[in-house]
């Protein structure tokens, strides 16, 4: 079985300071890692993946994750926050590319003004 | 990645009654996903609709409430059927698009529904 878990429903944080969303997995087996954005009365985006390789990724809008194998982790971070990165953010899970995507319950970030 | 258009976007529906939402991508597919987003909560897996099988569904999912059609690699449809308020949700079609390293999936924008 597969899960993930993103401990905080909310992350609140001053435009231009740096942000960290959190997001910890379990997996049986070498893990493919997503973030996806959702902003108000949207669909989901997808930001940035780890397949293998390098174990910081970046992404879209200047979001990067890092990979850390021995705490099962990959959270998302920026390393300036801006207003209009207020949104949902979800963390995913996979074992394989053709297995199924388990997505963690989702933070909200708020940057505030 | 793949442009995924999505109909209804947002509908209200009385209950009882049955809906279908259709999807459209840009370009042959062979694995398309349809979520469901509850108000408030997380995406949850309803069933995986690869064309050439029929579609095959999660727990607590079946075909008689959600059936799927798949008739070609570019389009789906997902019905909800005999729907109650409970089926208030955004459900989401995605895709992994041909060449998508590590099968990344793409979502459409949604169809949010509204069940009175």
């Known amino acids: 079985a597969q899960s993930v878990a993103q401990p905080e429903d909310q992350v609140n944080v001053a435009e231009g300071n740096p942000l960290t969303v959190k997001c910890t997995y379990s997996v049986s087996g070498n893990p493919y890692l997503f973030w996806y954005v959702q902003y108000p009365n949207r669909g989901l985006q997808f930001l940035l993946k780890y397949i293998t390789g390098d174990n910081l990724v970046k992404g879209s809008y200047g979001f990067e994750a890092e990979f850390n194998k021995s705490q099962t982790s990959f959270h998302l971070k920026k390393p300036s926050a801006l207003v209009s990165d207020s949104a949902l953010y979800f963390c995913a899970v996979k074992i394989s590319g053709y297995s199924t995507l388990t997505f963690g319950k989702g933070t909200m970030l708020l940057v505030s003004p | 990645s793949a442009v995924i258009s999505q109909k209804p976007s947002r509908d209200i529906c009385q209950r009882g009654t049955s809906l279908t939402i259709q999807c459209q991508v840009d370009s042959q597919v062979t694995m398309m996903f349809w979520y469901r987003q509850q108000p408030g909560q997380s995406l949850t897996l309803i069933a995986t609709?690869?064309?050439?099988?029929?579609?095959?569904?999660e727990s607590g999912f079946v075909i008689d409430k959600f059936p799927i059609s798949r008739p070609n690699l570019t389009f789906s449809t997902l019905t909800v059927s005999n729907m109650s308020p409970e089926d208030s949700s955004i459900y989401l079609c995605s895709v992994v698009p041909p060449l998508s390293s590590g099968n990344t999936i793409y979502f459409g924008e949604g169809s949010w529904l509204t069940v009175v």
């Open positions: 609709a690869n064309q050439g099988s029929e579609a095959t569904y």
